[in-house]
């Protein structure tokens, strides 16, 4: 069993991956265990090291029982790093594990390349519910909460439609050491981050549920606001354990960032640039394309995987949000249907909302002409017919 001393702690750890790879670091939330990262890492460990590791008092790392904060959590992550020698990581954390991920950028600005926090947040009140949660796992064990932090954890549709997947998660919550599970509580409930991680100088994506309960949308909207450059992506349909309830589109969040941060993964531009366009596009669409192109254009769909993907929409220096937004408005300027429609619903995936899709309509509208505008609204329609008639629905 790979395990080792970290922080002074027994930790247990998995390592995939090319070992001479760009590292990849994944700590999971509290009450889990590095099994909710598992299809992150089945999907990047070609590009990446990926490891992930058990929190401590989770999983098959050791217990402690003594006070515990954010910041031994982050000491942690520095001692895993120092004994695998491994100098700078880009870092992801789910939950807690976003929580010291914070910590440690903030304490080793030098060691992260790039920050990923998935379903977080700086601040998660009250002091009195955690306190009141330990208290509970200590006196009456860990089934006694279960109930109560599975509809927080995923939706219920998804809770209905996944009962192997939830039992997975009650047997491995109940088999947690109580006494590591209250120390962590206790470690969320003390932890105020708020006027520390506008020091993180890291290159950071925020990723959130749009139906968390636990660490809504606004907690990570306000992370966002405080930690400079940060971006941020609301994945639809999805609570707060984000990564195994739309294991996907998590997924091609991550590899979209790493590729922009980067570069010198070791892959070819063509597969570097053909993971991004399977990411903004789709793998149906892409498999299409090429399946279409044969000997005649093939040439041509390389040069556009290699240049127009991963030269331009591989360039860190815009946000993949952004790029979508400028992609769909010269379309509309220039009339180009197609391929404002093959754009339009991959926009929405890279974080555009219908309000944002509207305003951008009315701007190039003005000054590309009404009769663009028109046009625009006409595709909209046609594309997104049950959004649109959602989001009217609501504006009501």
């Not at 009404?370 to 009501?396: K, T």
């Amino acid at each position: 069993m790979p395990t080792l001393l970290a922080n002074g702690i027994e930790h247990f750890y998995e390592s995939s991956g090319p070992a001479n790879a760009p590292v990849v670091v994944f700590a999971h939330s509290v009450g889990c265990s590095l099994e909710i990262w598992e299809a992150q890492v089945a999907a990047l460990g070609d590009r990446y090291r990926c490891i992930r590791y058990d929190i401590r008092g989770h999983g098959r790392s050791a217990a402690v029982d003594i006070p515990t904060t954010i910041d031994d959590l982050a000491a942690d992550l520095g001692g895993l790093l120092d004994a695998l020698e491994i100098e700078r990581a880009h870092i992801a954390g789910l939950s807690i594990g976003g929580m010291l991920g914070q910590a440690f950028a903030v304490a080793h600005p030098e060691r992260v390349k790039s920050l990923m926090l998935v379903s977080t947040t700086a601040l998660l009140p009250t002091l009195e519910f955690w306190a009141t949660r330990a208290a509970t796992v200590r006196a009456d064990g860990m089934a006694s909460v279960f109930d109560a932090v599975i509809p927080r954890w995923f939706t219920p549709d998804f809770i209905d439609r996944e009962p192997a997947i939830i039992d997975g998660f009650r047997q491995r919550f109940a088999a947690t050491d109580v006494a590591g599970y209250a120390r962590c509580c206790e470690a969320i409930g003390g932890m105020d981050l708020r006027e520390r991680i506008g020091a993180i100088a890291a290159p950071t994506l925020i990723v959130v549920g749009a139906d968390d309960p636990a660490t809504p949308p606004a907690m990570s909207e306000d992370l966002r606001q405080r930690i400079p450059h940060a971006e941020m992506v609301v994945i639809p349909d999805a609570s707060h354990i984000v990564s195994v309830e739309s294991p996907d589109a998590v997924t091609a969040q991550l590899a979209a960032f790493l590729a922009r941060h980067e570069p010198d993964a070791p892959n070819s531009a063509f597969v570097r640039g053909l993971a991004i366009r399977r990411e903004v596009l789709g793998d149906a669409y892409v498999e299409r394309s090429l399946a279409r192109a044969g000997a005649f254009a093939m040439p041509w769909q390389d040069f556009i995987t290699r240049h127009a993907w991963n030269d331009v929409w591989g360039d860190p220096t815009l946000p993949r949000k952004t790029r979508s937004l400028l992609t769909l408005a010269m379309m509309v300027a220039l009339h180009r249907e197609e391929e404002f429609k093959i754009h339009l619903k991959p926009a929405l995936g890279n974080g555009v909302s219908l309000e944002e899709l509207r305003a951008m309509i009315l701007q190039t509208g003005i000054y590309a002409g009404i009769p663009a505008g028109n046009a625009a609204i006409r595709w909209v329609r046609e594309e997104l017919g049950d959004e649109i008639a959602a989001f009217e629905a609501r504006s009501d």
